[in-house]
């Protein structure tokens, strides 16, 4: 099945003020689409054509002459993810089972925050800060461009996008005041709790 | 030895309207002062390192110790790159450039275009974040090869190795606020503030 690019759950100016129409007009418009087009591209004639996108992000990890096509697939599925870990009004602390497998498995929200944060914050270059299902437990995890936690079987529930198109006409280089909105405005903890 | 931040050798509105000022602000100011700031708290956790130029602790890194071997890594290969780069961009006497370097040129890439081509490719495809460059290795071969995040072809620890004597950096916050994801136009735009005589000296000094 070719790469799609799907709808984003809101409008593109929905999560203003914290990121913004313009940031949302290219990250998804450009961006997103352009690792769909040129997935598609890569992709056309070959034994990928016609996998699922997941199929072809596992069978393309950690091949180098495959470089291109895994890029591109990664990519349209961390970004199609990501859109949907947040919606306007979100944020702050979590209800339900999320809740309480979060102060469990790391002593407190608190302690979630910080690792989180602080795993988006410390992905030097560009990359992705994860809250991951590790077997039954919680992990957090950090991954380079476009690296997935799905290739080291890792179930992702939430994730920030820590490349820079994604905060910088925003935020510029502050990434640590973007990671703090993200967790205190936007995160969507409906749609985590669905994956659990 | 602490580390400094050497202010740009120009003007931030110096390299209008290929590179906005705001972006050379932030790049110097924030980006740039960052890498200097980590790379000398890293450092303070050794004090045997004190005396070590930065040549000498990125080309080395494999005597840096393990504990802070990343940090010198990233953050000295972003204090090495970033000086480099401000100083390989600015006001040429020529939009091209002349004389052996010129003749270096065509002869291992066929012509000025070609190069450009190559160059700006090696930009365009590096994914993620990264730098292009333009290097010698050998005795008089230039060759164009790319670096991910931080790293450059003097280290240890690079995939590619040779003299950088230009280098464009590919980081998405060089140009994300003029050009957002259109890196090719400002790769294009980049070859308008190559100060070729500074290319030049580096190339006379890599030989």
């Not at chain 1, 349209?76 to 102060?103: L, Q, R, T």
């Not at chain 2, 005597?63 to 802070?68: G, Q």
């Not at chain 2, 164009?144 to 590919?170: A, F, K, Y």
Request: hydrophobic letters at 35%.
């Amino acid at each position: 099945m070719p790469l799609t690019l799907p709808d984003l759950p809101y409008a593109k100016n929905a999560l203003e003020p914290h990121i913004s129409e313009r940031t949302l007009e290219f990250h998804y418009g450009k961006h997103h689409q352009a690792y769909v087009t040129n997935g598609n591209n890569l992709i056309a004639g070959t034994e990928y054509e016609n996998l699922p996108l997941e199929e072809i992000i596992k069978k393309t990890a950690g091949d180098k002459e495959k470089a291109g096509i895994f890029n591109n697939a990664a990519q349209v599925w961390n970004h199609s993810f990501y859109w949907k870990c947040m919606k306007a009004n979100g944020g702050g602390k979590p209800v339900g089972a999320i809740a309480n497998k979060i102060n469990s498995d790391f002593g407190g929200f608190e302690q979630f925050v910080d690792e989180f944060k602080k795993a988006g914050a410390t992905q030097f270059g560009s990359g992705w800060a994860w809250l991951v299902l590790d077997n039954d437990k919680l992990r957090i995890v950090k991954t380079a461009n476009a690296e997935n936690p799905i290739t080291q079987n890792l179930k992702p529930l939430l994730v920030v996008d820590v490349w820079e198109h994604a905060y910088y006409l925003d935020f510029q280089n502050r990434r640590p005041d973007y990671l703090t909105t993200f967790v205190d405005k936007l995160i969507n903890w409906d749609f985590v709790n669905s994956q659990l | 030895m602490t580390h400094e931040l050497s202010a740009l050798p120009y003007a931030y509105d110096a390299l209008e309207p290929y590179i906005d000022a705001r972006t050379m602000e932030i790049h110097h100011g924030k980006h740039h002062a960052a890498y200097v700031n980590n790379l000398n708290a890293a450092l303070e956790k050794h004090p045997e390192l004190e005396s070590k130029s930065l040549d000498d602790l990125i080309k080395n890194l494999h005597n840096v110790p393990e504990d802070i071997r990343t940090a010198v890594r990233n953050n000295g290969g972003g204090h090495w790159n970033h000086t480099f780069f401000w100083n390989v961009m600015g006001k040429s006497s020529d939009k091209r450039p002349k004389g052996d370097l010129a003749e270096a040129i065509n002869k291992n890439f066929g012509s000025f275009e070609q190069f450009q081509e190559k160059f700006s490719n090696a930009g365009a495809t590096r994914f993620g974040s990264g730098w292009a460059w333009l290097v010698v290795n050998g005795q008089t071969g230039l060759s164009v090869v790319s670096t991910p995040n931080q790293d450059n072809p003097l280290m240890d620890v690079s995939e590619v190795n040779g003299t950088p004597i230009l280098g464009v950096d590919v980081w998405e916050h060089a140009y994300y606020l003029k050009y957002q994801n259109r890196r090719p136009d400002y790769l294009n735009a980049f070859f308008n503030v190559i100060n070729w005589d500074a290319v030049s000296e580096n190339y006379a000094g890599a030989l």
